[in-house]
Structures are given as structure tokens and as C-alpha cells.
């Protein structure tokens, strides 16, 4: 037996049902001050950039979260395996904390960004930690459920973090949306000072993987970046963008090469030889890409297409939340029951999003809102599932000391394929939309109306959802020849035009999502006694006593 093998999992502890729940508690806690982070902020930033200028860096303080999370995540996910949950979730919850109380102190969009990319590391360490630590309190036909909870607190967050972003930015001032993590921090911390178990894993010497370490950051990084400019700040062809996913190509290679040949690997790639593993962290990256990077597309269609307004269309993400909610708290019930049952959930989870990304495929430009509110529930029903279930069936079938590093993985690739799916998808609907919209105009527009300004219109048509740009719009319109209807038949086209456009994009996300379908169906599904051996002798390196 070796001296990894020897270590007793924390579940096989005998820990009092009040340190079981308290650190619970804790880990949801987290898990909410990291989501509400993200869905908080957003509403406020118009009124950020207001106040601090560089609207030009609007993104960034966006795009740099998502980037020092993604790297962050694989990183502490390893160390966390090596060294325990307990020192890296307070400590991640700290810079956190930290960072959030300089954000609110920001006084220029720079410094804004640089605090930004610390609470993205904190951010990284506390959504890592909190899937990897169900898995360390409960027995694998106890997960299930908890792991519903993890995913219906994050839901909860999309529900109350905007409404709440509003409140204090419109009563208060937008640097309370950065104050408010102190005090939930704060108490997270305590939680985790007072309950969290104290685990030493094993006394043995550990080496940290610096090659690897490097060489992930220099290929996240210049993905990551590519991926968020691409289209927007630079052309897909520019050498800028060209040269960064070059890099993180060379660099994938490299860190390929160093972790085959590691004493203790960042990321060992034994686990992928596992069946399991590796369909689910493929299920999960072309999940990731098909519905991530499709749901985007929605509030641009209600109020582009549709004509609602923003705070309509931030509504509608309501209905979508609480539908996760709901389906993973059941969901979580069901995996109890059904444990080794990754198939059929997979595969239903899957069925319900290409079902409901493939009705987004189907809209108009005269969709009633209620069907696309239908639509995206339908999506929000398999997403509460999804999660789940990909993180379970990988966490059940690794070895309990890979726990940390095979949870962050997971995680890593799904958030990686909505950076891609992103990226991609926008890329479909905007080639799309200007060869359409182009050839739709009628000649008599095209003959009294100069290309250049049409181009122009097509490439950003802001007047669909701007009204100083739609004034401007009746302007250039005002031409001999062109009669007062002219204006609503433009307005028209535009409308069909990105209707057609992002219909097109969510139909390809619809083909991604459904090669993820049939990837559902190769999960090996597993007996309850089958998954209890595993791990058993997983962690002791024997069969469990009869």
C-alpha cells in the first residue's frame, strides 16, 4: 500500500453532524459571495464606467475576472489535493474579500481592472474548492443532493444578484456592490476557521510542477485573451490574435509534454485514460460551448429583434434561474438514489438543452416572450442537471487524493468551451448578419443612400437598440427620393436580418450540443456497489469490508 492510498478520506471520519454542517453552510456561503460576484457587478458597471471614464477598457474588467479565475482553478484545484481544502479556501476567500474592498475604492478604471483580476483568483480558488469538498464530506451515494444544493445556490445568485446590483448603485453608489462581499466574506471565514476539519493528507515530501505551471499559464492566458478580443478589439485574421492562439497551441504541446514526464503532475493525464472522465469533461466542454455560448444571444434578440427593453430582458433570466434551481435540487435527490446512473441523467440533461436551444433556433421576429421565457426555462431545466451529474460521475470515479485536481479540471474545460463557444458563435452571427442585411436592403435605398454608410449601419446596428442612433438612422434616410416609410422598412430589415443571424448561430450551437448528446451516451454507467469498491479501494487500497 502506498503513502497516498493510506489517506482516509475526510467522509470516513466520523466528523459531528455540527462540523458536517456548519463547513457546509460555509462551502454554500462561498459558493454564493463567488456567483453573486458575477451577476452583481454587471449592472453596475454602466454607472462604473460613468464615474471612473476608459470606456474603452469596459470589458476588461470583465474579461481579466474570467481569465485569473480560469488559471486559478487547475492550479489551486492540484494544490488543494497536495496540501488540503482548508488553508487554500481561506486564503482564496481573503484575496477575495481584499480585493473586492480595493475595487470599491477604485479611481480609475485601471486600478478597477488590476483588483479585478485578484478577485478573479479568489473567486477561482472559492468556486474550485466548494464542488471538491462535497465530495470530501459526503460517501458517493450521499453527493448527489449536495451537489444539487451547489448548483441551485448558484442559480440563486443569478436571481437576486441583479435586482440587487440595482438597488445599490441607484440608492447607495456602485462601490457597495464591491462592500457587500466584506461582511459575507468575513463570516465565511470565520465559518471555516471554526469548523472546517483540520486534514493532514500525508507527511511525504511533494515537488510542484513549475514547468507545467508555466507553461498553463502561457497557454490559458493567450487563449483566454484571444478569445475576449477576437472580433471585437482586433480582427480573427490580425496578427495579434493569430500570434496569441499560437502561442497557447505551442503551449498546450509543452505543458503535454512536461506533465507526462513529472514527478507530481499539475494535471496528470492517467485521468483521462478513465472512460468516465473523459466523456465527461467532453460532454461538458461542448456543452459548455453550445449553451454558453448560445444563452448569451437572448437578451440581444429580445431587445434587438423584439424591441424590449434591457430591464425586460435581464428579467427573463429570472425564470431561467429558478428552473436550475428546481431541477438541480431534484436532480440531486434523484442522483442519491440512482448512484452509478450517469448515462440516463446525462443523456436527459443533454436531451432537455438541445431541445431548448434547438426551439431558440426556431424564433422570429414575431416569437411571442413568453415562448422564448418557455424556451430558455427548458434549457435551464437540463443545466440544473448537467452540472451535477458530469461533476459527480467524475469525482466518483477518480482516486480520492486526485479529487481536487479532477473536480478543477471539469470545471476548467466547461468554462473554457463557453470562452470558445462564445467567441465562435458570435463570430457565425456577425459574418452572417452583413451579407444578409446587405442583401435584403432594397436597390432604391442602395441607389439614394451611400454604401459606405449602409456598410456602416450593418456592421454596427445600434439602432436597433439606441435611440439617438435611431434618430440618426432618420437622418441619413432623409434622402430624394425615399418616402417617410422608408425608415420602418430599414428598421425591418435590420430586425430580420439579426433575427436570421442569430437563429443561424444558435442552430450551430444546436449541432455542437447534439455531438455532446451522443458523447452522453459512452458514460459507463456504474452499480452503487461498483461505485462504493471504487472508492474504497481507491482511498485504502483494498475492497471494502462485507
Not at 497557454?219 to 471585437?232: E, K, R
Not at 444563452?295 to 434587438?304: E, R
Not at 439606441?466 to 425615399?482: D, H, K, T, V
Given at each position: 500500500?502506498?503513502a497516498q492510498?493510506?489517506?482516509?478520506p475526510?467522509?470516513?471520519?466520523?466528523?459531528?453532524?455540527?462540523?458536517?454542517?456548519w463547513?457546509?453552510?460555509?462551502v454554500?456561503?462561498?459558493?454564493?459571495?463567488?456567483?453573486?460576484d458575477?451577476?452583481?457587478?454587471?449592472t453596475?458597471?454602466?454607472r462604473?464606467?460613468?464615474?471612473?471614464g476608459?470606456?474603452?477598457?469596459?470589458?476588461?474588467?470583465?474579461?481579466?475576472?474570467?481569465?485569473?479565475s480560469?488559471?486559478?482553478?487547475?492550479?489551486?484545484?492540484?494544490?488543494?489535493?497536495t496540501?488540503?481544502r482548508?488553508?487554500?479556501?481561506?486564503?482564496?476567500?481573503?484575496?477575495?474579500?481584499?480585493?473586492?474592498?480595493?475595487?470599491?475604492?477604485?479611481?480609475?478604471?485601471?486600478?478597477?481592472?488590476?483588483?479585478?483580476?485578484?478577485?478573479?483568483?479568489?473567486?477561482?480558488?472559492m468556486?474550485?474548492?466548494?464542488?471538491?469538498?462535497?465530495?470530501d464530506l459526503?460517501?458517493?451515494?450521499?453527493?448527489?443532493?449536495?451537489?444539487?444544493?451547489?448548483?441551485?445556490?448558484?442559480?440563486?445568485?443569478?436571481?437576486i444578484?441583479p435586482?440587487?446590483?440595482?438597488?445599490?448603485?441607484?440608492?447607495?453608489?456602485?462601490?457597495?456592490?464591491?462592500?457587500?462581499?466584506?461582511?459575507?466574506?468575513?463570516?465565511?471565514?470565520?465559518?471555516?476557521?471554526?469548523f472546517?476539519p483540520?486534514?493532514?493528507r500525508?507527511?511525504?515530501?511533494?515537488?510542484?510542477?513549475?514547468?507545467?505551471?508555466?507553461?498553463l499559464?502561457?497557454?490559458v492566458?493567450?487563449?483566454?485573451?484571444?478569445?475576449?478580443w477576437?472580433g471585437?478589439?482586433?480582427k480573427?485574421?490580425?496578427?495579434?490574435?493569430?500570434g496569441?492562439f499560437?502561442l497557447?497551441a505551442?503551449?498546450?504541446?509543452?505543458?503535454?509534454?512536461?506533465?507526462?514526464?513529472?514527478k507530481?503532475?499539475?494535471v496528470?493525464?492517467s485521468?483521462?485514460?478513465?472512460r468516465i472522465?473523459?466523456?465527461?469533461?467532453?460532454?461538458?466542454?461542448?456543452?459548455?460551448?453550445?449553451?454558453?455560448?448560445s444563452?448569451v444571444?437572448?437578451?440581444?434578440?429580445?431587445?434587438?429583434v423584439?424591441?424590449?427593453s434591457?430591464?425586460?430582458s435581464?428579467?427573463?433570466?429570472?425564470?431561467?434561474?429558478?428552473?436550475?434551481?428546481?431541477?438541480?435540487?431534484?436532480?440531486?435527490?434523484?442522483?442519491?438514489?440512482?448512484?452509478g446512473k450517469?448515462?440516463?441523467?446525462?443523456?436527459?440533461?443533454?436531451?432537455?438543452?438541445?431541445?431548448?436551444?434547438f426551439?431558440?433556433?426556431?424564433?422570429?421576429?414575431?416569437?411571442?416572450?413568453?415562448?422564448?421565457?418557455?424556451?430558455?426555462?427548458?434549457?435551464?431545466?437540463?443545466?440544473?442537471?448537467?452540472?451535477?451529474?458530469?461533476?459527480l460521475?467524475?469525482?466518483?470515479?477518480?482516486p480520492?487524493?486526485?479529487?481536487?485536481?479532477?473536480?478543477?479540471?471539469?470545471?476548467?474545460i466547461?468554462?473554457?468551451?463557453?470562452?470558445?463557444?462564445?467567441?465562435?458563435?458570435g463570430?457565425?452571427?456577425?459574418?452572417?448578419?452583413?451579407?444578409?442585411?446587405?442583401?435584403?436592403?432594397?436597390?432604391s435605398?442602395?441607389n439614394?443612400?451611400?454604401?459606405?454608410?449602409?456598410?456602416?449601419?450593418?456592421?454596427?446596428?445600434?439602432?436597433?437598440?439606441?435611440?439617438?442612433?435611431?434618430?440618426?438612422l432618420?437622418?441619413?434616410?432623409?434622402?430624394?427620393?425615399?418616402?417617410?416609410?422608408?425608415?420602418?422598412?430599414?428598421?425591418?430589415t435590420l430586425?430580420?436580418?439579426?433575427?436570421?443571424a442569430?437563429?443561424?448561430a444558435?442552430?450551430?450551437?444546436?449541432?455542437?450540443?447534439?455531438?455532446?448528446?451522443?458523447?452522453?451516451?459512452?458514460?459507463?454507467?456504474?452499480?452503487?456497489?461498483?461505485v462504493?469498491?471504487?472508492?474504497?479501494?481507491?482511498?485504502?487500497g483494498?475492497?471494502?469490508?462485507?
Amino acid at each position: 500500500m502506498n503513502a497516498q492510498n493510506s489517506v482516509t478520506p475526510m467522509y470516513a471520519q466520523q466528523l459531528p453532524k455540527k462540523q458536517v454542517f456548519w463547513t457546509l453552510a460555509g462551502v454554500m456561503l462561498a459558493m454564493l459571495l463567488g456567483a453573486l460576484d458575477q451577476t452583481i457587478v454587471g449592472t453596475a458597471m454602466p454607472r462604473i464606467v460613468a464615474d471612473l471614464g476608459g470606456f474603452s477598457l469596459y470589458t476588461w474588467a470583465t474579461s481579466i475576472y474570467m481569465i485569473t479565475s480560469a488559471v486559478a482553478t487547475p492550479i489551486v484545484g492540484k494544490l488543494s489535493d497536495t496540501y488540503g481544502r482548508r488553508l487554500f479556501y481561506i486564503i482564496g476567500i481573503s484575496v477575495f474579500v481584499l480585493a473586492s474592498f480595493a475595487c470599491g475604492l477604485s479611481q480609475n478604471m485601471l486600478e478597477l481592472i488590476i483588483f479585478r483580476g485578484l478577485q478573479g483568483i479568489g473567486g477561482g480558488v472559492m468556486m474550485t474548492n466548494s464542488f471538491t469538498v462535497i465530495a470530501d464530506l459526503f460517501p458517493p451515494d450521499k453527493r448527489g443532493k449536495y451537489q444539487g444544493l451547489l448548483t441551485a445556490t448558484f442559480s440563486l445568485a443569478s436571481v437576486i444578484g441583479p435586482t440587487t446590483g440595482g438597488y445599490l448603485t441607484d440608492n447607495i453608489g456602485w462601490h457597495w456592490v464591491f462592500f457587500i462581499n466584506i461582511p459575507l466574506g468575513a463570516l465565511a471565514i470565520f465559518v471555516f476557521l471554526k469548523f472546517f476539519p483540520r486534514f493532514q493528507r500525508d507527511k511525504l515530501k511533494h515537488s510542484i510542477d513549475y514547468a507545467g505551471l508555466t507553461a498553463l499559464i502561457l497557454m490559458v492566458v493567450p487563449a483566454m485573451l484571444a478569445l475576449s478580443w477576437g472580433g471585437v478589439n482586433y480582427k480573427w485574421g490580425s496578427p495579434v490574435i493569430i500570434g496569441m492562439f499560437s502561442l497557447a497551441a505551442v503551449m498546450f504541446v509543452l505543458f503535454l509534454v512536461f506533465e507526462s514526464r513529472a514527478k507530481e503532475p499539475l494535471v496528470p493525464l492517467s485521468l483521462f485514460k478513465n472512460r468516465i472522465v473523459a466523456v465527461g469533461n467532453l460532454v461538458s466542454f461542448l456543452m459548455g460551448i453550445g449553451m454558453f455560448g448560445s444563452i448569451v444571444f437572448v437578451p440581444l434578440y429580445l431587445q434587438g429583434v423584439l424591441g424590449y427593453s434591457a430591464t425586460s430582458s435581464g428579467n427573463m433570466q429570472i425564470p431561467q434561474s429558478i428552473a436550475v434551481m428546481i431541477s438541480s435540487i431534484i436532480a440531486g435527490q434523484l442522483m442519491s438514489r440512482w448512484v452509478g446512473k450517469y448515462r440516463v441523467m446525462g443523456v436527459i440533461s443533454m436531451l432537455l438543452i438541445c431541445s431548448g436551444v434547438f426551439l431558440l433556433s426556431c424564433l422570429t421576429i414575431s416569437t411571442p416572450f413568453w415562448m422564448v421565457i418557455i424556451d430558455i426555462c427548458i434549457i435551464g431545466f437540463g443545466m440544473g442537471i448537467t452540472i451535477p451529474i458530469f461533476t459527480l460521475a467524475i469525482q466518483n470515479n477518480v482516486p480520492y487524493e486526485m479529487l481536487g485536481v479532477a473536480t478543477s479540471s471539469s470545471n476548467f474545460i466547461r468554462s473554457f468551451g463557453g470562452s470558445v463557444g462564445l467567441a465562435m458563435l458570435g463570430a457565425i452571427m456577425n459574418n452572417r448578419f452583413f451579407p444578409v442585411f446587405i442583401n435584403s436592403i432594397p436597390d432604391s435605398i442602395k441607389n439614394a443612400v451611400p454604401m459606405d454608410q449602409l456598410t456602416a449601419l450593418a456592421r454596427n446596428p445600434n439602432a436597433l437598440v439606441n435611440p439617438e442612433a435611431q434618430l440618426q438612422l432618420q437622418q441619413m434616410l432623409n434622402q430624394p427620393g425615399l418616402d417617410a416609410g422608408t425608415y420602418q422598412q430599414v428598421m425591418q430589415t435590420l430586425k430580420e436580418s439579426l433575427n436570421t443571424a442569430i437563429t443561424q448561430a444558435f442552430f450551430i450551437a444546436f449541432i455542437i450540443l447534439l455531438i455532446g448528446l451522443a458523447a452522453a451516451f459512452l458514460m459507463k454507467a456504474k452499480s452503487p456497489a461498483e461505485v462504493r469498491a471504487a472508492q474504497h479501494k481507491a482511498s485504502t487500497g483494498a475492497l471494502p469490508p462485507r
